[in-house]
């Protein structure tokens, strides 16, 4: 069973930087795609970025396109999210998400593996 832990969220002014981590308890050779959901009160789970275990591919919604970047150490069984620019709009809690194909579907139900979340607050 793959574990995922999220860490470094927090509170950050608009226009800031923050990086997520997620680590996966052990390397795991049916996890192709790792990536990121958030979800903010009231709303759905929105589909945030993705990469592929070889780094060859990744997706972002349109939404964090050009202030947010997705990278991986293998090494380290861990997946970052990079996000500069922050918004308001970006307050959420962020959920690290895993699945055992390639490809970054946009909906939760195609992963099988979450981390807890990690809050994310951006103050205007």
């Known amino acids: 069973q793959v574990q995922l832990v999220e860490s470094g969220g927090g509170l950050v002014q608009a226009g800031g930087s923050l990086r997520l981590s997620c680590s996966a308890s052990t390397r795991t050779f049916s996890i192709r795609t790792m990536g990121w959901f958030r979800q903010a009160p009231g709303k759905e789970s929105e589909f945030v970025a993705a990469?592929?275990?070889?780094?060859?591919?990744?997706w972002f919604s349109d939404s964090v396109k050009g202030r947010f970047t997705i990278s991986r150490d293998n090494a380290k069984n861990t997946v970052y999210l990079q996000m500069n620019t922050l918004k308001s709009e970006d307050t959420a809690v962020y959920y690290c998400?895993?699945?055992?194909?390639?490809?970054?579907?946009?909906?939760?139900?195609?992963?099988?593996?979450w981390g807890q979340g990690t809050q994310v607050t951006v103050s205007s």
């Open positions: 990469v592929t275990w070889n780094g060859d591919y990744t």
């Open positions: 998400a895993a699945r055992g194909s390639m490809g970054a579907p946009k909906t939760p139900d195609a992963y099988g593996y």
